[in-house]
């Protein structure tokens, strides 16, 4: 069965530095990986995927992600933080033989002014 | 022009009760969810359902069931609610199961 760790509860960073928000995944075959943010009182709202191609896949609002196959890694990373991106993060992995998503417990983002 | 919409936004009810929350696409989508996010925010797959399959996670209880009048619409019925199920339920569509989900905004159901 497919699992997602996020091992950071909380990421913490000032605004204009880069951020990374990590994920690590384990899955039967191919991997299809998604990352997804919430707002507060607010719907999952899909940023980036990855299915096949280029490991760098980039995404909504500056955000991208970096897939590595070797270390089962899809971090989601932006290059100079806002106010705005604070959130909780959501990392998510499909297996291509099954129908079952699983979400990994989710980041909070929080980016200081 | 809402993708993904739920009603209740909130619900509030005693336990042992039954109740429904409606959902609807208006994106074309084949595919709707219902997932489940507690209190910690741990967000967990109930069902996927498309016009041909119905996918069921084997840790729901079977006293939720989803029930889905046509493409356009998934509702999730509950049967004599517990204390455990206080949570936001939330629906969502795709085109596919590759394809990215959009989720509506949820429902805060309450037992007391």
């Known amino acids: 069965a497919q699992s997602v760790a996020q091992p950071e509860d909380q990421v913490n960073v000032a605004e204009g530095n880069p951020l990374t928000v990590k994920c690590t995944y384990s899955?039967?075959?191919?991997?299809?990986l998604f990352w997804y943010v919430q707002y507060p009182n607010r719907g999952l709202q899909f940023l980036l995927k990855?299915?096949?191609?280029?490991?760098l896949v980039k995404g909504s609002y500056g955000f991208e992600a970096e897939f590595n196959k070797s270390q089962t890694s899809f971090h989601l990373k932006k290059p100079s933080a806002l106010v705005s991106d604070s959130a909780l993060y959501f990392c998510?992995?499909?297996?291509?033989?099954?129908?079952?998503?699983?979400f990994g417990p989710g980041t909070r983002l929080s980016v200081l002014p | 022009d809402t993708a993904v919409s739920q009603t209740p936004k909130y619900l509030v009810t005693q336990m042992g009760n039954d109740k429904s929350i409606k959902c609807e696409q208006n994106?074309?989508?084949?595919?709707m969810y219902w997932y489940k996010q507690d209190s910690k925010k741990f967000l967990k797959i109930m069902f996927s359902?498309?016009?041909?399959?119905?996918?069921i996670n084997e840790t729901v209880p079977n006293r939720f069931s989803p029930k889905s009048p046509d493409k356009a619409h998934l509702n999730l019925h509950i049967n004599s609610l517990e204390l455990g199920d206080s949570a936001v339920y939330f629906c969502?569509?795709?085109?596919?199961?590759?394809?990215?989900?959009?989720f509506g905004d949820g429902t805060r159901l309450s037992i007391l």
């Open positions: 969502a569509s795709s085109q596919g199961h590759s394809q990215p989900q959009h």
């Open positions: 899955v039967s075959g191919n991997p299809y």
């Open positions: 990855y299915i096949t191609g280029d490991n």
């Open positions: 998510a992995v499909r297996d291509n033989y099954g129908q079952n998503f699983v």
């Open positions: 994106l074309g989508h084949d595919t």
């Open positions: 359902y498309n016009n041909k399959e119905l996918i």
